[in-house]
Nanobody
Framework: QVQLVESGGGLVQAGGSLRLSCAAS????????MGWYRQAPGKQRELVAL???????NYADSGKGRFTISRDNAKNTVFLQMNSLKPEDTAVYSC?????????WGQGTQVTVSS
């Protein structure tokens, strides 16, 4: 079982920045993919960014050039640096990770961008 705990959400004005963090409950195992999804009110959950343990990164078009994902494999921690935030980035951001092909989710952290 893997527990993921997010932090770093909050309220920010448009154009501002936030840094999200997600830590797994243990560093005694290797996680495959780690990353972030988000879900805005009334919308389906969507990909934000994913990163493999080998460093391959996939960004959704909405965040390219503004969001940067990084991870610390030794600590099973993943980060999302979000710059130039827009009101449409408002959503609950959930951490995602895989271990032996099984997907795990965090509880989510609210990001609200005011105009």
């Amino acid at each position: 079982q893997v527990q993921l705990v997010e932090s770093g959400g909050g309220l920010v004005q448009a154009g501002g920045s936030l840094r999200l963090s997600c830590a797994a409950s243990s560093s005694s195992f290797i996680l495959g993919v780690m990353g972030w999804y988000r879900q805005a009110p009334g919308k389906q959950r969507e990909l934000v960014a994913l990163m493999t343990s080998g460093g391959t990164i996939n960004y959704a078009d909405s965040g390219k050039g503004r969001f940067t994902i990084s991870r610390d494999n030794a600590k099973n921690t993943v980060f999302l640096q979000m710059n130039s935030l827009k009101p449409e980035d408002t959503a609950v951001y959930s951490c995602y990770a895989t271990k032996n092909g099984v997907a795990y989710w965090g509880q989510g952290t609210q990001v609200t961008v005011s105009s």
